[in-house]
């Protein structure tokens, strides 16, 4: 049989549980709010791993011919 905690604990956890959520929302939502220019920076991030993903499927072949700009 499983022996379930009583109803004040279960409350008391859920509401530990809701509160450290809405704490961690509100601190996402500031951390956007202050930095509006992380999607550009995201973009940037994310085309230089593309390149970086396209380059390292490539053959080894082909990396010793083609220049790469550094």
């Given amino acids: 049989m499983h ?4 109803a004040e ?3 008391e956890t859920h509401a530990a549980r809701t509160a450290e959520l ?4 509100a ?3 500031l951390a956007r709010e202050a930095a509006p220019a992380a999607p550009s920076l ?3 991030l ?3 791993l593309v390149s970086a993903g396209t380059r390292l499927m490539q053959p080894a072949h082909l990396h ?4 790469h700009a550094a």
């Fill in 64 to 67: 010793a011919r083609i220049p």
């Fill in 3 to 6: 022996a379930f905690p009583p």
């Fill in 46 to 48: 994310g085309e230089a």
């Fill in 22 to 25: 809405a704490a961690e929302a």
């Fill in 9 to 11: 604990i279960h409350a």
């Fill in 27 to 29: 601190a996402w939502h």
């Fill in 42 to 44: 995201r973009n940037l």
